[in-house]
């Protein structure tokens, strides 16, 4: 168990639309990252939260948003879904910004959407 | 940006030796990692390279040239469980130190 909450684990839903994904990181970890995986796909990054600012962002669709909130936990929403939107999307925090230490990630178990 | 590249897949045999080899490129290189996924699960932890050389954690080692922009994890005394992705993964402080991933390395350990 990495201490990273992911709701909900699966999801179905019809294309047009919209799911937020939820994540709770780790106690005490300050940054929060979104990667989506599609069928065997490596993992792409779409973006990340450090303390509730976004601090870095890849190559998220503009139909997809996300927030960090006060409490850390962090929301990742999807919308206008398509059918090429179905992936694994996993949520992952670590302590630091990514520069001081390690700076390790630990992943969530994912939430699979699926979009029908 | 980064490119990370590493075999799509590789068999081996219980018990036997296996390497798994990572290139990339990148221009400001603070960290390689190594990750295990299992099928439909988390990626997990492995190993971390930041400095040229080998760091080795029992059964699994992983090797760093920055100088080739060259990483091997290195798994001996293959078991049944370790079949699974191996992600290698590049951290660049010129993208916000994010974490960028190699397509991963499907292995098959066979008895």
């Known amino acids: 168990d990495s201490g990273v909450t992911q709701t909900p684990k699966h999801l179905i839903t019809a294309t047009g639309q919209r799911v937020t994904l939820r994540c709770s990181p780790r106690s005490g970890d300050l940054s929060v990252y979104w990667y989506q995986q599609s069928l065997d796909q490596g993992l792409q990054f779409l973006i990340q939260y450090y303390n509730g600012e976004e601090r870095a962002k890849g190559n998220i669709l503009e139909r997809f948003s996300a927030q960090q909130f006060p409490d850390l936990h962090s929301e990742l929403n999807l919308s206008s879904l398509e059918l090429g939107d179905s992936a694994l999307y996993f949520c992952?925090?670590?302590?630091?910004?990514?520069?001081?230490?390690?700076?390790?990630?630990?992943f969530g178990e994912g939430s699979r959407l699926t979009v029908l | 940006g980064q490119n990370i590249d590493q075999p799509t897949e590789m068999t081996a045999t219980e018990g036997a030796i296996v390497q798994i080899n990572c290139t990339y490129q990148?221009?400001?290189?603070?960290?390689l990692f190594w990750y295990q996924q299992h099928a439909g699960e988390a990626p997990t932890f492995l190993s971390y390279?930041?400095?040229?050389g080998l760091e080795e954690k029992g059964r699994f080692s992983s090797f760093l040239s920055r100088s080739k922009g060259y990483s091997y994890l290195l798994l001996k005394e293959l078991q049944m469980k370790d079949s699974a992705s191996y992600l290698c993964a590049v951290r660049d402080n010129n993208a916000g130190n994010m974490l960028t991933f190699g397509g991963g390395t499907r292995l098959m350990v066979k008895p």
């Open positions: 990148t221009s400001g290189f603070n960290g």
């Open positions: 390279n930041v400095l040229d």
């Open positions: 992952a925090s670590s302590h630091s910004r990514g520069g001081a230490n390690t700076g390790e990630l630990f």
